[in-house]
């Protein structure tokens, strides 16, 4: 499984409805359990970004179509970052020389 990092802002009709935030965050959750990916975790930050959710999916595809499909709602805006877990970390740095 592939790791990724998602930052997100709600826009403006997000806030607007930002009492359904959960019950959206369900839903985003059971379309990407429905593609073979899973919600690891989820923070509500303060600071630059309103939300970080931290998932992971069979393939970089999956990433990128549940991440247009969760931003197409028009309830947050995302920003999303591949992340490589502690071992992967070592073997690349590793391989270096």
Do not use: C
Request: hydrophobic letters at 45%; proline letters at 4%; zero cysteines.
């Amino acid at each position: 499984m592939t790791l990724f990092v998602a930052l997100m802002n709600w826009t403006d009709q997000g806030i607007r409805t930002v009492q359904r935030s959960p019950e959206r965050f369900e839903e985003a959750r059971a379309q990407l359990e429905a593609m073979g990916g899973r919600i690891l975790h989820l923070f509500m930050t303060m600071g630059p970004y309103d939300l970080v959710v931290v998932y992971e999916t069979p393939d970089d595809a999956i990433a990128a179509r549940w991440t247009l499909q969760v931003a197409s709602r028009g309830n947050v805006r995302t920003l999303t970052m591949k992340a490589y877990p502690e071992a992967a970390y070592r073997e690349i740095i590793g391989s270096l020389g």
